[in-house]
């Protein structure tokens, strides 16, 4: 159970969340949508700890996550895995070195300083590329792949980690609509399959619709919608992103869902 009472996160005189407060009784996908500046990447940055709230509760299984520190921390940061929209990979280490330091936080300072893995972590790793659909590139240096397999690559880093919670920040904010469909469906796969509960931060209303059971929507910090897909209706859209540009483009986007006829394609 995570249970959000009243998060806050102010800047100064400015307010970047605003009374955040939202309940989860089961492990979901949730889609959190709205304008850039809206608060969402300050909402996840919060829930992995990565920025320091300013007031409010955190609470997973009753524990306030905002007030853990030392082992506390380190264990909450291991089972709330954070996905990047610049994936956050180390470019000239091969893949499967990068899918393996998601096991840094359980894992000696010894063999951390060593760059030592057990076999067991290989193991592993490969399994997860396996099941992302790109363990053939597990010797290639992560720079020499394309965006789509980097942030795949990045979401098998996250699964080495065991996570009770995946947050992704955008992952498919800089990806054509061919990978962000291979993104998606992987973060979807993920929640179904392993039954984690996946946080992802969405610019467009389509993808929102497509892939989440729950979505929320920002606007200057705040919650103005937090229902199903089905109930994110273009009069619930409006009070999310306005009636500007913004709105148009992300009622407008292109679905991800054309593009499926490709993926085996764009796979190999």
């Given at each position: 159970?995570?249970?959000?009472?009243?998060?806050?996160?102010?800047?100064?005189?400015?307010?970047?969340?605003?009374?955040?407060?939202?309940?989860?009784?089961?492990?979901?996908?949730?889609?959190?949508?709205?304008?850039?500046?809206a608060?969402?990447?300050?909402?996840?940055?919060?829930?992995?700890?990565?920025?320091?709230?300013?007031?409010?509760?955190?609470?997973?299984?009753?524990?306030?996550?905002?007030?853990?520190?030392?082992?506390?921390?380190?264990?909450?940061?291991?089972?709330?895995?954070?996905?990047?929209?610049?994936?956050?990979?180390?470019?000239?280490?091969?893949?499967?070195?990068?899918?393996?330091?998601?096991?840094?936080?359980?894992?000696?300072?010894?063999?951390?300083?060593?760059?030592?893995?057990?076999?067991?972590?290989?193991?592993?790793?490969?399994?997860?590329?396996?099941?992302?659909?790109?363990?053939?590139?597990?010797?290639?240096?992560?720079?020499?792949?394309?965006?789509?397999?980097?942030?795949?690559?990045?979401?098998?880093?996250?699964?080495?980690?065991?996570?009770?919670?995946?947050?992704?920040?955008?992952?498919?904010?800089?990806?054509?609509?061919l990978?962000?469909?291979?993104?998606?469906?992987?973060?979807?796969?993920?929640?179904?399959?392993?039954?984690?509960?996946?946080?992802?931060?969405?610019?467009?209303?389509?993808?929102?619709?497509?892939?989440?059971?729950?979505?929320i929507?920002?606007?200057?910090?705040?919650?103005?919608?937090?229902?199903?897909?089905?109930?994110?209706t273009?009069?619930?859209?409006?009070?999310?992103?306005?009636?500007?540009?913004?709105?148009?483009?992300?009622?407008?986007?292109?679905?991800?869902?054309?593009?499926a006829p490709?993926?085996?394609?764009?796979?190999?």
């Amino acid at each position: 159970m995570m249970q959000f009472n009243g998060l806050e996160k102010r800047f100064g005189n400015s307010v970047a969340v605003r009374g955040f407060s939202a309940r989860f009784d089961r492990p979901q996908m949730v889609g959190v949508i709205g304008r850039s500046g809206a608060g969402k990447s300050t909402l996840l940055r919060m829930v992995n700890r990565l920025t320091d709230a300013s007031g409010g509760q955190l609470l997973v299984d009753g524990a306030d996550v905002l007030s853990l520190r030392g082992a506390a921390l380190r264990r909450w940061r291991r089972d709330c895995a954070m996905i990047f929209q610049q994936f956050n990979l180390v470019p000239r280490l091969d893949v499967i070195t990068n899918v393996m330091l998601g096991r840094l936080n359980g894992r000696s300072t010894l063999a951390t300083m060593f760059n030592v893995f057990p076999p067991q972590d290989v193991t592993d790793g490969l399994a997860a590329l396996d099941r992302l659909g790109i363990v053939e590139q597990a010797a290639k240096r992560a720079e020499a792949l394309s965006g789509g397999q980097q942030q795949r690559v990045a979401i098998a880093r996250a699964l080495m980690q065991d996570p009770k919670v995946i947050l992704a920040d955008e992952p498919i904010a800089s990806l054509d609509p061919l990978n962000a469909k291979l993104v998606m469906d992987a973060l979807r796969e993920i929640h179904e399959r392993d039954r984690r509960m996946v946080i992802c931060n969405l610019h467009t209303l389509d993808t929102a619709r497509e892939y989440c059971d729950r979505v929320i929507g920002m606007r200057a910090g705040e919650i103005v919608f937090d229902g199903t897909a089905a109930e994110l209706t273009p009069a619930a859209a409006r009070d999310i992103y306005g009636a500007g540009d913004e709105f148009n483009e992300a009622a407008t986007s292109t679905s991800l869902r054309p593009v499926a006829p490709l993926v085996a394609a764009a796979a190999t």
